[in-house]
């Protein structure tokens, strides 16, 4: 299995800024994804990259991916209250036992 | 599809105790994951099943914690003689594997937060 980490621990912006979030990882992979958890409460999967892209979006979420240098990014942009949320990247491999491994995870705070 | 849900989504119970949760995943998922989740950490694995089968369980899976899926769609997963160690959010998540698949997306629950005393 591998292991996402995610820095940096914890981000404190006002709304309306962009947040950046890093994630890096030890070992090949065959694919990453992002995923959101409010306090208190499951996860909730925002994207997912493959090994053979390097850019992603979704409404106001790009992602990154960079494979040699073993690392993946998250961009919200025009952040909201709302975005408030503890953020996860998730690593998994090829094969039938797939096991995302999470990291510690980004703690985004957006002020209004 | 109501997701995935989890019964109780709280649970106190006096060390030594045994306690039991329920996850009852998406319909027509065949996989379903067993997570445990500390404070500022992430979800750490602790088992999984496609269908009715475990197919994998990690070391942190002490022999005090057993999980089935019996048909293959709602999963247990008991403690034994819990320890205050065991308090935890534990959460499951469920996917749609076809094959060799190495894209799947797991849907999880609320979890149960699991408090020992």
């Known amino acids: 299995s591998q292991q996402g980490e995610e820095d940096p621990q914890a981000l404190s912006i006002q709304e309306g800024e962009n947040a950046t979030m890093n994630c890096s990882y030890k070992t090949s992979i065959n694919n990453l994804q992002w995923y959101r958890q409010n306090s208190g409460r499951g996860l909730v999967h925002l994207i997912l990259?493959?090994?053979?892209?390097r850019e992603k979006h979704s409404g106001r979420l790009r992602v990154t991916l960079d494979t040699s240098k073993k690392s993946s990014s998250l961009l919200i942009t025009a952040s909201r209250a709302a975005d408030t949320a503890s953020y996860f990247c998730?690593?998994?491999?090829?094969?039938?036992?797939?096991?995302?491994?999470f990291g510690r995870g980004t703690s985004l705070i957006v002020h209004p | 599809d109501t997701g995935v849900s989890q019964n109780p989504r709280h649970k106190i119970t006096k060390r030594g105790q045994n306690v039991t949760f329920r996850c009852d995943p998406i319909?027509?998922?065949?996989?379903l994951y067993w997570y445990r989740q500390t404070l500022g950490q992430g979800p750490e694995f602790l088992t999984y099943f496609q269908n009715e089968a475990q197919l994998e369980k990690s070391r942190l899976l002490s022999d005090r914690f057993s999980a089935e899926r019996p048909k293959g769609s709602f999963s247990t997963l008991e403690i034994q003689r819990t320890e205050q160690g065991d308090s935890a959010m534990y959460l499951c998540?469920?996917?749609?594997?076809?094959?060799?698949?190495?894209?799947?997306?797991?849907?999880f629950g609320p979890g149960t937060r699991l408090l020992v005393l």
């Open positions: 998540a469920s996917s749609l594997a076809s094959g060799v698949s190495t894209q799947e997306t797991q849907y």
């Open positions: 990259i493959r090994s053979n892209e």
């Open positions: 319909s027509e998922h065949n996989r």
């Open positions: 998730a690593t998994g491999t090829a094969g039938g036992s797939y096991i995302p491994t």
